[in-house]
């Protein structure tokens, strides 16, 4: 079974500008979580999705946003980019409404804006 | 809420020497618990999973952790670090809200290992 994959694994853009980020999750899975990571913050929780609604939304401004298609691929935009949104993008993917089920995570993107 | 403690944001350790990194939880509800690793530019892999049938968890790699309902604690240990091991370690709880389990991490421990 194929893991997590995001795209691109690295980024690097200009202030004031958008970026899209893109996770396809494993086969099966039907919710997909973001996260950013920083040294400063450590792993902060985005949003999840879930059958292409959004169920959860973590402490982020509404620069942030994301989607998930049909087939639970899921993306996320930054707009309005801030140099303090430099930092590594977790996508994560795990099987419904299971209590304890982990999340499988992607390698991440690694967005540096200048 | 629940949230996640992990102290030490460095850990140092010889090879061949015992590995511990401590958590603790916070959790209105009995928690689902999780060790992750992360290398350099990687995402988490999971190294294990507490689902309430046993209080000492196995994971891969020779690491375990107690769940410790008294102590409100899930420590992970090794018995003998090997120089591979060195990465950076997260905690992290999950109970349900709002229909979803979404788990909070700790801020994370890095383990390094000496020669």
């Known amino acids: 079974k194929a893991g997590v994959t995001q795209t691109p694994r690295y980024l690097i853009k200009t202030r004031g500008q958008q970026v899209t980020l893109s996770c396809s999750p494993i086969?099966?899975?039907?919710?997909v979580s973001w996260y950013q990571q920083t040294p400063g913050q450590g792993l902060q929780f985005l949003f999840e999705?879930?059958?292409?609604?959004?169920?959860n939304k973590g402490n982020f401004p509404g620069r942030f946003s994301g989607r998930q298609f049909s087939n639970s691929r899921s993306e996320m935009n930054v707009s309005t980019l801030e140099l303090g949104d430099s930092a590594l993008y977790l996508c994560?993917?795990?099987?419904?409404?299971?209590?304890?089920?982990?999340?499988?995570f992607g390698q991440g993107t690694r967005l540096t804006v200048v | 809420a629940q949230s996640v403690t992990q102290l030490g944001s460095h850990v140092s350790v010889s090879e061949g020497a015992l590995v511990l990194l401590r958590c603790n939880y916070s959790?209105?509800?009995?928690?689902?618990l999780f060790w992750y690793v992360q290398y350099p530019n990687q995402g988490l892999q999971l190294l294990l999973k507490?689902?309430?049938?046993?209080?000492l968890v196995k994971g891969i790699n020779d690491f375990e952790a107690e769940f410790k309902k008294s102590e409100t604690s899930f420590h992970l240990t090794k018995p003998s670090a090997h120089m591979s091991d060195a990465a950076e370690y997260f905690c992290?709880?999950?109970?349900?809200?709002?229909?979803?389990?979404?788990?909070?991490f700790g801020r994370g421990t890095s383990l390094i290992v000496h020669p």
């Open positions: 994560a993917s795990s099987e419904w409404d299971r209590s304890n089920t982990e999340a499988f």
């Open positions: 086969s099966g899975h039907r919710s």
């Open positions: 999705y879930f059958s292409e609604t959004q169920r």
């Open positions: 959790s209105s509800v009995p928690p689902y």
């Open positions: 507490y689902t309430s049938a046993a209080t």
């Open positions: 992290a709880v999950s109970e349900r809200a709002g229909g979803s389990y979404i788990p909070t």
